[in-house]
Nanobody, 123 residues
């Protein structure tokens, strides 16, 4: 069973940067589409960014131009580089296995929502 462990969250000031990491177990990591989700207090969980095994990416409109998702298949890690952070980026961030068909991206029922990593942007 695939296990995903998120890290890298922190308290940062507006305009700052953070890099989140998601370490995955399992030999099939390189063929999986991976995604970062976030959930802010009182809000629904939303997809922030996704990356396919071939490097195709997708981003929420709210983070385009500020966040970059990448992956290192040799290390089984997916990253989320977050720049120009805003208070509205404050949330718990999670990584999960996804799928996509070129236009739609969706969550796969593999694994579960872990503890995530807390990102807090202070003004």
């Amino acid at each position: 069973q695939v296990q995903l462990v998120e890290s890298g969250g922190d308290l940062v000031q507006v305009g700052g940067s953070l890099r989140l990491s998601c370490a995955a177990s399992g030999s099939t990591f390189s063929i999986n589409t991976m995604g970062w989700y976030r959930q802010a207090p009182g809000k629904q969980r939303e997809l922030v960014a996704g990356i396919s095994s071939g490097g195709t990416t997708t981003y929420a409109d709210s983070v385009k131009g500020r966040f970059t998702i990448s992956r290192d298949n040799a290390k089984n890690i997916v990253y989320l580089q977050m720049n120009s952070l805003k208070p509205e980026d404050t949330a718990v961030y999670y990584c999960r296995i996804m799928s996509h068909d070129g236009s739609r991206w969706w969550l796969l029922p593999i694994g579960s929502w872990g503890q995530g990593t807390q990102v807090t942007v202070s003004s």
